[in-house]
C-alpha cells in the first residue's frame, strides 16, 4: 500500500535557526515526490517536484532533496513568513497520496 | 495561464439538507480534475478523481458523488450532507505527467 510520513508533526523555530523536515514514503513506482506549502484557511501551493533519487531543487531558502526512501526539504535562515504547514506527496498512478504535514511556526 | 476557480469559499448547512460544490478550470483542455477533503489538522483524503468527461472514479466509500458534466468543470454533490461530511474541501487539477494545483477551498460546517 502506498504510503506518506512526516515529521515532524510541528516544529517551533527561532528565526534564523536552520531545520530539515522529512518525509519518507513507499510507493509502488515512485512517479514523482512533491512539496507543497499550506497557509490557514487556502488550498496547497506548489512548491517543488523531484522525480529520481540523489535529485534536489532550490526556491529561496527551501531545498528539497529526495532518496529512494525519503525526502528532505531544509530551511536555511527561515523567517517568520516561512510559517506554514508544508507537505508531502507522492505520485501513483493519476493520484496524490499525501502526508498529514510538518506545522511550521518561525518566531521572530 | 490557467486558473481553477472553486465557490463557495465558506458554507453552513444543517445535516439531511443537499450539497453542491463547484469547481472550474480555466486556459487549459482535457486536465485530470480531483476533489479532496482534509480534515482539521490532517492531511488530504483523494474523495473523486476524473480522467476525462463522465469518467469519475471514487476512492472512499462514503455520502458523496461527483459529477464532469463538462471537459472543466467538476461538481461535488450529496443529496443528505452528515455532520462528518463538515471539512476542508479542495479541487486541484492536472496533465497528466505535471503536478497538481489546487484551488483556494470551501470550508464546509455541517450543523
Known amino acids: 500500500e502506498d504510503q506518506v510520513t512526516q515529521s515532524p508533526e510541528a516544529l517551533r523555530l527561532q528565526e534564523g535557526e536552520s531545520s530539515s523536515l522529512n518525509c519518507s514514503y513507499t510507493?509502488?513506482?515512485?512517479?514523482?515526490l512533491f512539496w507543497y506549502r499550506q497557509d490557514p484557511g487556502k488550498g496547497p501551493e506548489f512548491l517543488f517536484t523531484?522525480?529520481?533519487a540523489g535529485e534536489e531543487k532550490e526556491k529561496e531558502r527551501l531545498k528539497a532533496t529526495l532518496t529512494k526512501k525519503e525526502s528532505f526539504l531544509h530551511i536555511t535562515a527561515p523567517k517568520p513568513e516561512d510559517s506554514a504547514t508544508y507537505l508531502c506527496?507522492?505520485?501513483?498512478?493519476?493520484?496524490?497520496?499525501f502526508g498529514s504535514g510538518t506545522r511550521l511556526l518561525v518566531r521572530p | 495561464s490557467q486558473t481553477i476557480h472553486q465557490w463557495p469559499a465558506t458554507l453552513v448547512q444543517p445535516v439531511g439538507s443537499p450539497l453542491s460544490l463547484e469547481c472550474t478550470v480555466e486556459?487549459?483542455?482535457?486536465?485530470?480534475l480531483y476533489w479532496y477533503r482534509q480534515a482539521a489538522g490532517r492531511g488530504l483524503q483523494l474523495l473523486f478523481y476524473?480522467?476525462?468527461?463522465?469518467?469519475i472514479s471514487s476512492e472512499v466509500p462514503q455520502n458523496l458523488s461527483a459529477s464532469r458534466p463538462q471537459d472543466r468543470q467538476f461538481i461535488l454533490s450529496s443529496k443528505k450532507l452528515l455532520l462528518s461530511d463538515s471539512g476542508f474541501y479542495l479541487c486541484?487539477?492536472?496533465?497528466?505527467?505535471?503536478?497538481?494545483?489546487f484551488g483556494s477551498g470551501t470550508r464546509l460546517t455541517v450543523v
Open positions: 486556459g487549459t483542455s482535457n486536465p485530470n
Open positions: 476524473s480522467v476525462g468527461i463522465g469518467q
Open positions: 486541484a487539477w492536472s496533465l497528466t505527467g505535471e503536478g497538481y494545483t
Open positions: 510507493v509502488s513506482g515512485l512517479r514523482g
Open positions: 523531484l522525480y529520481s
Open positions: 506527496a507522492v505520485q501513483s498512478s493519476y493520484k496524490l497520496i
